[in-house]
């Protein structure tokens, strides 16, 4: 069996990251993240849950997370797995749809899967271009073309944006609180008194809405803060004791659960050094 391989870019001119994993076998948990994922399966066959439905994805088909899409996927058969991705954060993908459309808002792609997608060749040149660290015309022209194509191809239209459900108050209100205290110790008994109601009416409402149980949900806030942290040049125990996480061990366990990586090599690729 090949020794897995985990590289990660940030491109400073187009302001994404870039992952390439090669012969993973690694679980993700249900989770989510605060920027898009536009991402492709280069080699093997993974089972998906987005949303709490499942889908089977394997070689040529492309997917598409919006920011706080609930998702998680595992090997099948122990097949490992070839992989890359693009993560474009909101406020990018807001100005460059505006800038594509002339319309203001963010684009909310319609479908976690397009399998045999034909758009795979030009996110593998576009990608390849970040992991290769090229600083030309044509990156950036692939990149506005792309997405162009993208998110006419997949989003949801625009005048449908508004007819999007929203989740219940008690849950709006439960993930606002959880963000705003997500460095604090929480107990379940804090959170169902906010919301008057008991516990495991709290814990059923919550994850039917979201697709995430409110522990799940509160490690996805700390983690995207502490990327936040580490971006900024924080030392791992500063950026986890700052986010919430007990200790420095405790952090690194759910940052490679959830993002791939460890803290510190993550970190790197904000290294200008």
């Known amino acids: 069996m090949n020794q897995e391989e985990r590289t990660v870019r940030f491109d400073h001119t187009l302001q994404v990251e870039a992952y390439r994993f090669e012969g993973i076998m690694q679980k993700f948990p249900n989770h989510f993240h605060e920027y898009y994922v536009i991402g492709f399966i280069e080699h093997g066959k993974r089972k998906l849950t987005?949303?709490?439905?499942?889908?089977?994805?394997?070689?040529?088909d492309v997917i598409f997370f919006n920011p706080f899409d609930t998702h998680a996927c595992e090997s099948i058969n122990n097949e490992t797995l070839d992989y890359r991705c693009l993560n474009i954060n909101a406020d990018i993908m807001k100005k460059v749809a505006e800038e594509i459309t002339g319309q203001e808002f963010i684009p909310s792609f319609t479908s976690p899967v397009v399998y045999q997608?034909?758009?795979?060749?030009?996110?593998?040149?576009?990608?390849?271009?970040?992991?290769?660290?090229?600083?030309?015309?044509?990156?950036?022209e692939t990149f506005y073309f792309l997405l162009e194509q993208l998110i006419e191809a997949y989003s949801l239209p625009h005048e449908q944006m508004k007819e999007q459900k929203t989740p219940t108050q008690a849950v709006e209100h439960l993930c606002t609180y959880l963000k705003t205290h997500y460095s604090e110790?929480?107990?379940?008994?804090?959170?169902?008194k906010i919301v008057k109601?008991?516990?495991?009416?709290?814990?059923?409402?919550?994850?039917?809405?979201?697709?995430?149980?409110?522990y799940r949900y509160l490690q996805t806030i700390r983690i995207n803060q502490a990327k936040k942290r580490l971006e900024r040049g924080l030392k791992p125990i500063d950026a986890a004791l700052d986010s919430g996480f007990i200790d420095q061990s405790h952090f690194s366990h759910f940052f490679k659960e959830f993002i791939g990586l460890t803290p510190g090599q993550y970190q790197k690729i904000f290294d200008k050094s």
Request: proline share 2%; charged share 30%; net charge neutral.
């Open 185 to 192: 110790s929480i107990k379940l008994d804090d959170l169902a």
């Open 50 to 60: 987005c949303k709490n439905k499942d889908y089977i994805i394997g070689t040529g």
């Open 197 to 214: 109601l008991n516990k495991y009416s709290l814990l059923r409402s919550f994850t039917r809405t979201l697709g995430i149980t409110p």
């Open 117 to 140: 997608c034909e758009h795979s060749s030009t996110l593998h040149k576009l990608h390849q271009m970040v992991m290769d660290e090229r600083s030309d015309l044509e990156k950036e």
